[in-house]
């Protein structure tokens, strides 16, 4: 059983749970949207993609973000995922990552799009 997340309750009451492959889409959704420095015991887990968000579009600032993230990804989800496609885009204060991956248990290809609007 996986928790889902955000952390919420189901119809009867109890801790939410979800199936594996929505478990790693969970699990890359708080890599990507989390601060370093956030989590008290990983200081160091996170990607710094908020951070860049009112940062000028350029074609420098793109290149530095995919390798920030591609190298998260790897460090933090080498073992359960395997990067296909990386692309971030920033419009206004909205922040867009489409993500192609395969998860490595099940062999099972992916493609996700996680969104973050900012105040």
Request: proline content about 5%; overall charge negative; aromatic content about 10%.
């Amino acid at each position: 059983m996986n928790i889902d997340f955000p952390y919420h309750f189901d119809r009867r009451g109890r801790t939410a749970s979800t199936d594996d492959s929505d478990h790693v889409r969970d699990m890359i959704e708080q890599l990507l949207f989390t601060h370093p420095g956030e989590r008290v015991n990983r200081p160091d887990f996170g990607s710094g993609l908020l951070q860049l968000v009112f940062s000028p579009n350029s074609p420098e600032l793109a290149a530095a973000l995919q390798f920030t993230l591609q190298a998260a990804l790897q460090r933090w989800l080498g073992d359960v995922i395997d990067v296909g496609a990386l692309e971030v885009t920033s419009q206004d204060s909205t922040l867009q990552v489409y993500l192609a991956y395969v998860i490595r248990a099940t062999g099972e290809a992916r493609t996700d799009t996680f969104a973050r609007s900012l105040p």
